[in-house]
T-cell receptor
Framework: KAGVTQTPRYLIKTRGQQVTLSCSPI?????VSWYQQTPGQGLQFLFE???????NKGNFPGRFSGRQFSNSRSEMNVSTLELGDSALYLC?????????????FGQGTRLTVV | EDQVTQSPEALRLQEGESSSLNCSYT??????LFWYRQDPGKGPEFLFT???AGEEKEKERLKATLTKKESFLHITAPKPEDSATYLC???????????FGSGTQLTVLP
C-alpha cells in the first residue's frame, strides 16, 4: 500500500515569491492535514481538509492557503514568501481525520526561502 | 492554554539500557494521544494511539502507557536503530488537529 507522497521534496524560493506544495494521501483516506515544522516552533498545525472542505485552520496568516481535490489530493500555497517561512512542510493523511483514525505523514517538502 | 511537554529534551542510552520518555499534557477534552518517531530529514512515523487512562500498547521494544495527565514511552533494551526523535501529540475534543510536543531526541550508543 503506497504511503503519503509529497512533492517536491526540496524547494528553494526567493523572498516575495509564491510556492505550491502537493500531497497525495494514502488511497482511501479522505482527510489531509498540513503541518509546518521548524527547529524553534516544532510541528504546528496549518489546516485540515476533508472531502474538499477545510474543516479546521491553525493560527497562520492568510498567506497560507490550501485546497483539496475530489481525488483527495491536496495542495497548499504560500504567497509572498518570507525568510521565516523556511521550514519542513508535512502533510498527514487519515481515513476520516483524527481522532477517528491514525494520521500518517509524508516525507515532507523542505522549503528554503532566500 | 493547552500544552504538551516532553521530557527529557535529549537522552543518551547505552545499548540495552532501558528507560522511559515522558509526555505530560494540560488539555481539556483529550480525545487521543499519539506517539510518533521521526528520523532526521523524514516525516514522523506513526507508533501508537492511546485513548483512555490505563491503556497500554506495545510494539517490539516500545510500550506506551497513558494516565489522566501524562503518557510514558518505555524503551526496553534499546538498540542503536532506535535512535530518533520521539514526538507525542494530543488531539483535542474541540478541533480536528494534533498539538505536538517538542520531542525527545534519543541516542542509543553501541
Amino acid at each position: 500500500k503506497a504511503g503519503v507522497t509529497q512533492t517536491p521534496r526540496y524547494l528553494i524560493k526567493t523572498r516575495g515569491q509564491q510556492v505550491t506544495l502537493s500531497c497525495s494521501p494514502i488511497s482511501g483516506h479522505r482527510s489531509v492535514s498540513w503541518y509546518q515544522q521548524t527547529p524553534g516552533q516544532g510541528l504546528q498545525f496549518l489546516f485540515e481538509y476533508f472531502s474538499e472542505t477545510q474543516r479546521n485552520k491553525g493560527n497562520f496568516p492568510g498567506r497560507f492557503s490550501g485546497r483539496q481535490f475530489s481525488n483527495s489530493r491536496s495542495e497548499m500555497n504560500v504567497s509572498t514568501l518570507e525568510l521565516g517561512d523556511s521550514a519542513l512542510y508535512l502533510c498527514a493523511s487519515s481515513p476520516f481525520g483524527t481522532p477517528d483514525g491514525e494520521a500518517f505523514f509524508g516525507q515532507g517538502t523542505r522549503l528554503t526561502v532566500v | 492554554e493547552d500544552q504538551v511537554t516532553q521530557s527529557p529534551e535529549a537522552l543518551r542510552l547505552q545499548e540495552g539500557e532501558s528507560s522511559s520518555l515522558n509526555c505530560s499534557y494540560t488539555v481539556s477534552g483529550l480525545r487521543g494521544l499519539f506517539w510518533y518517531r521521526q528520523d532526521p530529514g523524514k516525516g514522523p512515523e506513526f507508533l501508537f494511539t492511546l485513548y483512555s487512562a490505563g491503556e497500554e500498547k506495545e510494539k517490539e521494544r516500545l510500550k506506551a502507557t497513558l494516565t489522566k495527565k501524562e503518557s510514558f514511552l518505555h524503551i526496553t533494551a534499546p538498540k542503536p536503530e532506535d535512535s530518533a526523535t520521539y514526538l507525542c501529540a494530543v488531539h483535542l475534543g474541540s478541533a480536528r488537529q494534533l498539538t505536538f510536543g517538542s520531542g525527545t531526541q534519543l541516542t542509543v550508543l553501541p
